[in-house]
């Protein structure tokens, strides 16, 4: 079975700040990975996604992410965060061929203060 | 890409009563399904809806509680049963394209008095 850990429930940064949001993932087989953003009230949207070929990845709104196959990690960065980069952040995986079958990480609240 | 809409959008429901979440989707999908996000809390696989075929569940998910129709490649429904105020939570309704990405709906906010 694959399980998903995300090692911070919380993290404030100020603006302007780097920011790491890690993620931890368990599983005998292959992974496809992702992360997804939830603002206040609203659906999941998809920032970036692991699938294959190489091991960093850039996505929406400046955030990349790095798969480490050896740690079994996909932490999310974005060099210089936003007020409105403010919400949950949520990592998913799937050993599917269809990718609606999610396992979900607990969330992160990146919190950005002025 | 796919689009996915979601009705109701939220609803203040009594207990013991059931709620029918629809969900429909601009194209034609194998596979459609359905998450449970319970307040401040991640997203739970409830089920997954085939047309054609019954619903499979996932552990700690029954069908009398979830019942799922699926009568073709667009359209799902997901009703919850018998309510309680443990019922109270986000409903969202998902699609994945291969293995490209998953689409989500915007969710349905139950709230169970």
């Known amino acids: 079975a694959q399980s998903v850990t995300q090692l911070d429930s919380q993290v404030p940064v100020f603006e302007e700040a780097p920011v790491e949001l890690r993620c931890n993932y368990s599983?005998?087989?292959?992974?496809?990975l992702f992360w997804y953003v939830q603002y206040p009230n609203q659906g999941l949207q998809l920032l970036l996604k692991?699938?294959?070929?190489?091991?960093l990845v850039k996505g929406i709104n400046g955030f990349e992410a790095e798969f480490n196959k050896s740690q079994t990690s996909f932490h999310l960065r974005k060099p210089s965060v936003h007020i409105s980069d403010t919400a949950e952040y949520f990592c998913?995986?799937?050993?599917?061929?269809?990718?609606?079958?999610?396992?979900f990480g607990q969330g992160t609240t990146l919190q950005v203060k002025p | 890409s796919a689009v996915i809409s979601q009705k109701p959008s939220r609803d203040i429901c009594q207990r013991g009563t059931s709620l029918t979440i629809q969900c429909q989707v601009d194209s034609q999908v194998t596979m459609m399904f359905w998450y449970r996000q319970q307040p401040g809390q991640s997203l739970t696989l409830i089920a997954t809806?085939?047309?054609?075929?019954?619903?499979?569940?996932e552990s700690g998910f029954v069908i009398d509680k979830f019942p799922i129709s699926r009568p073709n490649l667009t359209f799902s429904t997901l009703t919850v049963s018998n309510m309680s105020p443990e019922d109270s939570s986000i409903y969202l309704c998902s699609v994945g394209q291969g293995r490209s990405e998953a689409f989500f709906g915007q969710g349905t906010r139950l709230t169970v008095v």
């Open positions: 998913a995986v799937t050993v599917s061929s269809n990718t609606g079958k999610l396992i």
């Open positions: 692991y699938l294959s070929g190489s091991t």
């Open positions: 599983s005998s087989v292959s992974v496809y």
């Open positions: 809806a085939n047309q054609g075929s019954e619903a499979t569940y």
